[in-house]
Nanobody, 123 residues
């Protein structure tokens, strides 16, 4: 079982930046994908980005493409999501997830989920 803990959320002004962290613990496996999702109240969960931990390949969803960077520190078992030029529409609860079926930010492919960290962007 993979346990995931997110951190790094907070309140920022439009145009600011945040770096979120997703630390994995417990028995991990090779060929694991880590993805970030977000969900605002009353809206469906949407994918943000995904990273293949073995090779480091990445994929980004259109709303954050060009503004977000997903990366990893393998020694720390941590995946990061940095978003620059934050916009009010980025406001959401951000969660990370782990899986091995696919490495795209679609929730049905992930088995393990963190509890989330809140990001609030104000004008």
């Amino acid at each position: 079982q993979v346990h995931l803990v997110e951190s790094g959320g907070g309140s920022v002004q439009t145009g600011g930046s945040l770096r979120l962290s997703c630390e994995a613990s417990g028995p991990t496996r090779n060929r694991l994908c880590i993805a970030w999702f977000r969900q605002a109240p009353g809206k469906e969960r949407e994918g943000v980005a995904a990273l293949y931990t073995d090779g480091g390949s990445t994929i980004y969803a259109p709303p954050v493409m060009g503004r977000a960077t997903i990366s990893q520190d393998k020694a720390k078992n941590t995946v990061y999501l940095e978003i620059n030029d934050l916009k009010p529409e980025d406001t959401a609860m951000y969660s990370c997830a782990a899986g091995s079926r696919a490495c795209t930010p679609a929730p049905e492919y992930y088995n393990y989920w963190g509890q989330g960290t809140q990001v609030t962007v104000s004008s």
